[in-house]
């Protein structure tokens, strides 16, 4: 059974850090890209940043400089490093992995809530 696992989220203030974790089970983590999405109120759920399986990365224009994806397959972990958060940050941020080998097979997680205060 597979198991998506966010964690990290909470309060911060602007121009603080946060750190989410991505933990998942029940799949070959190696060859799953991972990425991160948000959702904020009222607004349809955005790309934010990806690593594939070679560990290739990209991000949105809106947080790059600041965002910081990362992988451990060790430990089947992704992380998202979080610098200088902005209010508009805000949002619920959700893990989603996606097989290389076969691209229909995907898998969300929970999500994880990220509060940035002004």
């Known amino acids: 059974q597979v198991h998506i696992v966010e964690s990290g989220g909470g309060l911060a203030q602007a121009g603080g850090s946060l750190r989410l974790s991505c933990a998942a089970s029940g799949i070959i983590f190696s060859i799953y890209h991972i990425s991160w999405y948000r959702q904020a109120p009222g607004n349809e759920r955005e790309l934010v940043s990806t690593i594939s399986s070679r560990g290739v990365t990209n991000y949105a224009d809106s947080v790059k400089g600041r965002f910081t994806i990362s992988r451990d397959n060790a430990k089947n972990t992704v992380y998202l490093q979080m610098d200088t958060l902005k209010p508009e940050d805000t949002a619920v941020y959700y893990c989603?992995?996606?097989?290389?080998?076969?691209?229909?097979?995907?898998?969300w997680g929970q999500g994880t809530q990220v509060t940035v205060s002004s």
């Open positions: 989603n992995t996606k097989s290389s080998v076969i691209a229909t097979v995907n898998y």
